[in-house]
Nanobody
């Protein structure tokens, strides 16, 4: 069974930095897009950053220039370096991956359990 497990969330002061990591496990044929979404209280889940298997990255306008997504295809991991954090970045951050698992005939979307990021003013 495919699983995504995030780590690295926590509490940080405004202007600080955090690094989120997401590890995949299970019987996997291939991993396509990987990324990060976030959901703040009372708001819909939104895309933060996405990276293709070839390394092309896209960012939400609100994080462009402050966050950097990267992936290690050999380790099947994705990370998000978050700099210049401010209170509006407070949310639960979810790891996402489009994965073709050996037990399926096609790829599917997989999500981590989420990790809390809280930025204090």
């Amino acid at each position: 069974q495919v699983q995504l497990v995030e780590s690295g969330g926590g509490l940080v002061q405004a202007g600080g930095s955090l690094r989120l990591s997401c590890a995949t496990s299970g019987s996997i044929v291939s991993i396509y897009d990987m990324g990060w979404y976030r959901q703040a209280p009372g708001k819909q889940r939104e895309l933060v950053a996405l990276i293709t298997s070839g390394g092309r990255a896209n960012y939400a306008d609100s994080v462009e220039g402050r966050f950097k997504i990267s992936r290690d295809n050999a380790k099947r991991q994705v990370s998000l370096q978050m700099n210049s954090l401010n209170p509006v970045d407070t949310a639960v951050y979810y790891c996402y991956a489009r994965i073709w698992a050996r037990t399926t005939v096609t790829s599917s979307d997989y999500w981590g359990q989420g990790t809390q990021v809280t930025v204090s003013s």
